[in-house]
């Protein structure tokens, strides 16, 4: 197989469908990873008859579930053996407080732990292709400091609170993982898309039925899924950007993560936590 092959969660709606229309664009064999086939299987279809490309393929893995990752990664690998581009896009905003059956607060699954299990899953894919990259969806709407009480449990619990440090952990992981991956020819940017008109904005709002017209309005704000796109493909394919890896970009352009994000105790910190949490440890599968 000669074609340079691109992984994308959450492809089946708002920036990470545009983001995939774009990868197939520049010539990418773009894997849709999605919650189930049927959404895989219809975005393939439509996404194909849009760019008359048929360069789209259909995967499934519900993100909360480790042992679906590990599945859908072990499918890639046996059919492509390499990953050039993995794009770390699925993310939720919950507007009340949920646990995934393993019992972990489920911003934190999807958000965070979900971005490292299918990094580390597709890793020994990434590791054979040349000139990697790894974009992580995070947003400026991120905390600042680590804080793991933010997922504790249901007392006190906030759903922007809960985002903005998963966002948070978003950072951290590029950050750490760029700096374990150099001399490997992988690069690991992180990318904030700006205020997008999507579905997840709705989370933001309270599920009270007296909202749901607020709930609709927020779908006024922002701007398209195609716009929001952008930088997520500039980070993903431009040649300008080659060998560039750990940073944070915005608008199209390098921008500052809070100083925290940085810092080798709080990434080591974060990692080892995350081990715990999650049972994954992204320092895994590196050396060798
Ligand atoms: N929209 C914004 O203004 C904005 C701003 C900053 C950052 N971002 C970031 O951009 C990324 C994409 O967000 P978006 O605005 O495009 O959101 P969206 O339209 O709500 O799309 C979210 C995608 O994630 C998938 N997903 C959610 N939970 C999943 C799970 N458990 N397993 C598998 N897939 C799951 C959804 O699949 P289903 O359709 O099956 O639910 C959907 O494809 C996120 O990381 C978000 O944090 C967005």
């Known amino acids: ?129 040349r000139g990697t990259r790894i974009v992580n969806v995070t947003s400026e709407a991120h905390a600042k400091t680590f804080d793991p009480s933010d997922f504790a449990g249901p007392k006190g619990w906030k759903r922007h609170r809960a985002y903005m440090q998963s966002k948070f952990l978003n950072l951290v992981f590029t950050f750490d993982l760029s700096r374990r991956l150099q001399g490997k020819r992988i690069a690991v940017n992180a990318v904030h898309p700006g205020l997008v008109a999507t579905r997840l904005l709705e989370g933001f709002v309270a599920p009270n039925p007296f909202l749901a017209p607020v709930r609709v309005l927020t779908r006024l704000m922002g701007t398209s899924e195609a716009k929001g796109a952008r930088t997520s493909l500039r980070v993903a394919t431009d040649p300008i950007l080659t060998g560039v890896t750990g940073e944070y970009f915005k608008k199209g352009e390098r921008t500052s993560p809070p100083d925290e994000s940085r810092d080798r105790a709080v990434q080591d910190r974060v990692r080892q936590w995350t081990a715990e949490v999650g049972g994954v440890d992204w320092s895994e599968g590196i050396e060798g």
Do not use: W
């Open 1 to 129: 197989m000669s074609s340079r092959v691109a992984v994308i969660s959450g492809a089946n709606r708002g920036i990470g469908r545009a983001t995939a229309k774009g990868l197939a664009r520049a010539g990418f064999e773009t894997v849709l990873l999605c919650r189930t086939l049927e959404k895989s299987e219809a975005t393939v279809e439509a996404l194909s008859a849009e760019t008359r490309l048929e360069r789209f393929l259909p995967a499934v893995a519900e993100l909360t579930d480790p042992e679906a990752i590990d599945a859908a990664a072990r499918e890639i690998l046996d059919r492509f053996g390499q990953v050039h581009l993995l794009v770390n896009n699925a993310g939720i905003v919950n507007p009340e407080y949920r646990e995934t059956s393993e019992g972990i607060e489920e911003t934190l699954a999807v958000n965070h732990l979900g971005y490292v299990r299918l990094t580390s899953a597709l890793l020994p894919g990434l590791l054979r292709g």
